[in-house]
């Protein structure tokens, strides 16, 4: 984004959008402050936000120079700072001449009309008691009774593989759902936007929430919105579990809700793959008091990669290490994370290169097969039960691939 075409001088008077400015959660002398609509936070010393706070009280340039130099013996050059603040999108207007927007639109968030004062009770201390007790009284439960516990068996409740595929699916569909609406609720009710779209991470196609705009909010609030999706998760499985375990329900009932226990249950190792952004990646990343974990951690393989390509190549321009700016404590944090990134995924990739994608492709060439044979007098039920199976994982795949395409080139 290029400088402000409007000059600022010693007697402009500035507006800024509304902007969040926080104490910085492990600086005293430095603030957060950033636009939530944008998902643009940068870290500031101390006194930038008495600036802030000066020039948005309608202050021209040149007396909060002099305020601030008053109170805190330092110069500094406010009509710079300002520059720099209209670079980053977060200055609306200079002597009443409105600057342009950004280069990127605000994305607005899902739900807005969901406020902070209507979702606060979901996160308040009698629900968390509830829940606790829910999932206590299935954990007790499951103790007492361990065939409850779901069984791989548990999934194909029916004798038609395909319907089994497709009502499973439509399920996860569902909690998938339910598990990212809790993430955008937690982060309403922390007053943060935040939207829901499909995304890639390796070869899965996954439903995300975007909570960028949580990094206005102080770090120990923020694991209220990493963790609401798989609590959510966890209490869904353990009322089903009651459910099963002392409601008089038919055979059929308990058998579909055992399927999805084991749907809903499969969900939860997936947030452990901390080599992706998974929610417990963010924990993480939060714990560790790292800014872009992911990120320095990619950039950190891919510069080990460049040297160990450089020990064969004639010499050239030194491969600059990216962790060679971060604080002490952020460099080792990020070096570790980048084994566990490079050999997490490597594996990943190669067991779905070894065995989910011939997997996938037999079981559709199979379905396809059966298809074929019900056009030419084979079984009917047998025909459509395999078109069932074609439709959920080629539908499936053809998402991935037009989210994995369409992400790439916004990213270009």
């Excluded at 999706?229 to 459910?243: E, K, N, P, R």
């Excluded at 499969?266 to 793959?273: D, H, N, R, S, T």
């Excluded at 790292?290 to 950039?299: A, N, V, Y």
């Amino acid at each position: 984004m290029s400088a402000p075409a409007i000059e600022v001088g010693t007697d402009s008077v500035v507006r800024f959008h509304q902007l969040v400015v926080r104490p910085d959660d492990d600086d005293p002398d430095a603030i957060i402050v950033g636009r939530p609509d944008l998902g643009e936070f940068v870290e500031l010393p101390a006194v930038c936000g008495d600036v802030i706070r000066l020039l948005g009280e309608g202050r021209p340039v040149a007396d909060v120079e002099a305020a601030v130099a008053a109170e805190h013996d330092v110069e500094l050059d406010v009509a710079d700072f300002v520059e720099s603040l209209a670079d980053l999108a977060f200055v609306t207007e200079i002597d009443g001449i409105p600057l342009p927007g950004p280069a990127s639109e605000p994305v607005n968030g899902h739900f807005m009309g969901i406020t902070e004062r209507h979702v606060r009770w979901l996160f308040a201390r009698p629900m968390k008691l509830f829940w606790l007790a829910v999932v206590a009284a299935a954990a007790l439960t499951v103790l007492t009774r361990p065939g409850l516990f779901p069984r791989h068996q548990d999934f194909f409740w029916s004798g038609y593989t395909g319907l089994s595929v497709l009502v499973n699916t439509a399920f996860f569909s569902v909690v998938a759902s339910v598990h990212e609406m809790m993430h955008l609720l937690a982060a309403r009710s922390l007053g943060a936007p935040a939207r829901i779209a499909f995304g890639t991470r390796l070869h899965y196609l996954v439903v995300q929430t975007d909570v960028t705009a949580i990094w206005g909010v102080p770090r120990r609030r923020r694991y209220r919105v990493y963790l609401a999706g798989m609590a959510s998760d966890v209490f869904l499985i353990a009322t089903m579990v009651l459910a099963v375990a002392y409601l008089p329900l038919p055979g059929p009932a308990q058998a579909l809700l055992r399927a999805f226990m084991l749907t809903t249950l499969l969900c939860l190792p997936l947030q452990a793959q901390i080599y992706m952004r998974t929610d417990l990646y963010f924990v993480l990343r939060d714990l560790l008091r790292c800014k872009d974990l992911f990120g320095d951690g990619l950039r950190y393989v891919r510069y080990l990669f460049d040297r160990a390509v450089a020990l064969f190549r004639k010499p050239g321009s030194p491969v600059t290490d990216p962790t060679g700016d971060l604080d002490p404590h952020e460099r080792r944090a990020v070096r570790i994370y980048a084994v566990a990134l490079a050999l997490g995924s490597s594996v990943t990739l190669t067991v779905f290169a070894l065995y989910g994608a011939p997997i996938v492709i037999t079981g559709l060439a199979h379905a396809l097969t059966a298809v074929w044979d019900g056009f030419h007098g084979g079984p009917v039920l047998a025909a459509l039960d395999a078109a069932l199976l074609v439709l959920v994982e080629g539908g499936i795949q053809v998402l991935f691939l037009v989210t994995f395409i369409r992400t790439r080139r916004s990213r270009s």
